[in-house]
């Protein structure tokens, strides 16, 4: 097999020279509206092609790869005061034979973290991919909370672009009673805009 991010063959779905380079992140932060803050681990044009596996079949094993490498080694460190919280996905919704957030989401679960499937659902199940904020403003995903949430909120997303996602998120949650602390997602990709 070709390893995902570089195309050379390999042994796994992401050779071990570009694990030991994802493992290098490029960790930042968005301050979206109103302060809410995102976290993510790379720029979008340093893992586009692995993005886009989400697509493919294939994707939920690349996925599961990089969540390993980021994720999974960012909640290890992780203690938020001896209190837990909740990871939840956005709309993890089983399309195509598996949801990438709720891989990120599970690749979080340690002695702090807890994920939660299946709690936050969207209505409208537009798809965002290229397309402007405007577009983005006007088709709102229409997010609803299914369940109850009994501790502070981690957002997990794969990518945020303009975050209108991310605060439509947010805002159910809060309607719902729960607080959200951040966001967390793999790429930024603000460049991209």
Request: glycine letters at 8%; aromatic letters at 10%.
């Given at each position: 097999?070709?390893?995902?991010q570089?195309?050379?063959?390999?042994f796994r779905?992401?050779?071990?020279d570009?694990?030991?380079?994802?493992s290098e992140?490029?960790?930042?932060?968005?301050?979206?509206?109103?302060?809410?803050?995102?976290?993510?681990f790379?720029?979008?044009?340093?893992?586009?092609?692995?993005?886009?596996?989400?697509?493919?079949?294939?994707?939920?094993?690349?996925?599961?790869?990089?969540a390993?490498?980021?994720?999974?080694?960012?909640a290890?460190?992780?203690?938020?005061?001896?209190?837990?919280?909740?990871?939840?996905?956005?709309?993890d919704?089983?399309?195509?034979?598996?949801?990438?957030?709720?891989?990120?989401?599970?690749?979080?679960r340690?002695?702090?973290?807890?994920?939660?499937?299946?709690a936050?659902?969207?209505?409208?199940?537009v798809?965002?991919?290229?397309?402007?904020l405007k577009?983005?403003?006007?088709?709102?995903?229409?997010?609803?909370?299914s369940?109850?949430?009994?501790?502070?909120?981690?957002?997990?997303?794969?990518?945020?672009?303009?975050?209108?996602?991310?605060?439509e998120a947010?805002k159910?949650?809060?309607?719902?009673?729960?607080?959200?602390?951040?966001?967390?997602?793999?790429?930024?990709?603000?460049?991209?805009l």
């Amino acid at each position: 097999m070709r390893c995902a991010q570089c195309g050379k063959l390999s042994f796994r779905l992401i050779c071990d020279d570009c694990a030991r380079n994802l493992s290098e992140f490029e960790a930042g932060t968005r301050e979206l509206a109103d302060g809410f803050k995102i976290y993510y681990f790379y720029k979008y044009s340093s893992i586009k092609k692995l993005i886009f596996s989400k697509h493919h079949m294939h994707g939920g094993f690349v996925f599961q790869a990089l969540a390993k490498i980021s994720f999974a080694a960012w909640a290890r460190e992780q203690d938020f005061g001896g209190e837990y919280v909740l990871a939840v996905p956005l709309d993890d919704h089983v399309r195509g034979g598996y949801s990438h957030t709720a891989i990120l989401a599970r690749a979080l679960r340690s002695n702090v973290i807890k994920p939660i499937f299946g709690a936050l659902r969207a209505k409208n199940h537009v798809k965002y991919a290229g397309k402007t904020l405007k577009f983005r403003q006007t088709h709102p995903r229409g997010f609803a909370l299914s369940k109850p949430l009994s501790a502070p909120v981690i957002l997990v997303d794969d990518v945020v672009t303009t975050g209108t996602s991310m605060l439509e998120a947010k805002k159910a949650v809060e309607k719902a009673g729960g607080s959200v602390l951040f966001g967390l997602v793999l790429a930024d990709a603000k460049e991209d805009l």
